[in-house]
C-alpha cells in the first residue's frame, strides 16, 4: 500500500508506530522501499554522511535535487520527504514556495521538511497552501548549529520545553502534516506527542513519539569514528564492506581473482591466429 500524508495521518490516529529512514541513492531506496519503511528522508545530512562535509550549511538546492530524484526513481510505496536546504525557505515566504516546488517537480518528492518553529510558520502555510505536504522538524535543528554553539540536546530547561511545545502547536496549526523531534528529552517528546494531533517522528526522543527515524549510514555502523547515544546499529555493514575491499585488494594481488568463472570465453585459435 503507498504510504502517503494520509495514511501518516492514520497511523497516528490508530496508535500505529511510523517508521523513517534517510536515503540518498537509488540503490538504498530501492531496499528500504521494499523492507516496508513507511517514509525515506532525503535529508540535508546527505552534506555530511555523503558529501564530507563538516554540517549541513553548504548543501544546495542542486544537490537536494539531484539525490532526491535518484531516490524517487528507487521507490514505489514509500513516501518520499526531501529536505529544504539552508537557506533555501528562511530567506522568503516567496523562496520557500519556489523552492518547495522545485523539490516536488524536479526531485520528485511527495512532501518536504524544513527546520525551525513558530518563525517558519508563514511559510509552511504558504508551500500547504501551493498543495505541497509539509514535515516540520523542531529540538537540534541542524542548520542553526552556529546560532546553537554545536549538536546538543534541546528542551531541558522550563523554558526552552515550552518554546519547544509552542512551536509543536504553531506548526501542526500552520498546516504542516507530521513533525520531527530531534534530539529531545524523552518526556518532553512524550508530552509534545500527546498533545498534538499530527504524528511525531524523533531521532533522539525515545519511544514516546509516533514514529522514529534514524540516517542509515548509522544504524547500519558505517562509521568507526562516531556512534550517537541516540543510534542503534543494526548491522555492523562498515565491518563488513572494509572486509570485502581488503579482501578483494588481496585477490587481485594474488591472482585468485578474477578465476575462471568471472572471465569470457572465446575460440582461443583466433588468438593464435592474430598478428
Ligand atoms: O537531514 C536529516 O537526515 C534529518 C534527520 C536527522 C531527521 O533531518
Known amino acids: 500500500m503507498k504510504n502517503t500524508v494520509v495514511t501518516f495521518q492514520e497511523a497516528k490516529d490508530k496508535g500505529e508506530k511510523l517508521t523513517m529512514l534517510t536515503a540518498y541513492d537509488y540503490s538504498t531506496a530501492k531496499l528500504i522501499d521494499e523492507a516496508g519503511i513507511n517514509a525515506i528522508l532525503v535529508g540535508d545530512s546527505l552534506g555530511m554522511v555523503v558529501l564530507g562535509y ?41 523562496d520557500a514556495v519556489v523552492n518547495a516546488g522545485r523539490l516536488m517537480k524536479e526531485g520528485r518528492a511527495q512532501a518536504v521538511k524544513l527546520e525551525g518553529g513558530k518563525e517558519v510558520c508563514p511559510q509552511i502555510r504558504a508551500i500547504v497552501n501551493a498543495s505541497i505536504p509539509v514535515c516540520a522538524h523542531i529540538g537540534l535543528t541542524p542548520q542553526s548549529v552556529n546560532a546553537f554553539g554545536g549538536f546538543k540536546v534541546q528542551g531541558k530547561g522550563e523554558e526552552a520545553a515550552q518554546k519547544l511545545l509552542d512551536d509543536a502547536r504553531a506548526v501542526e496549526e500552520a498546516g504542516a502534516f507530521a513533525v520531527v523531534l530531534e534530539c529531545v528529552p524523552q518526556a518532553l517528546a512524550k508530552k509534545i506527542s500527546e498533545s498534538i494531533h499530527i504524528p511525531t517522528i524523533g531521532i533522539g526522543a525515545g519511544g514516546g513519539c509516533d514514529g522514529q527515524v534514524l540516517v542509515y549510514q548509522d544504524m547500519l555502523a558505517m562509521y568507526s569514528d562516531m556512534k550517537p547515544k541516540f543510534v542503534k546499529q543494526y548491522a555492523q555493514i562498515g565491518d563488513q564492506m572494509r572486509e570485502a575491499f581488503r579482501a578483494y585488494k588481496q585477490d587481485v594481488a594474488e591472482g585468485t581473482f578474477p578465476a575462471e568463472e568471472h572471465s569470457f570465453k572465446m575460440d582461443e585459435s583466433i588468438i593464435d591466429r592474430l598478428y
Do not use: N
Open 54 to 94: 563538516e554540517d549541513t550549511i553548504s548543501v544546495t538546492m542542486e544537490d537536494m535535487i539531484h539525490h532526491s530524484a535518484a531516490v524517487a526513481r528507487g521507490i514505489k510505496e514509500t513516501l518520499l520527504i526531501t529536505d529544504m536546504p539552508f537557506m533555501s525557505y528562511q530567506t522568503s515566504v516567496y
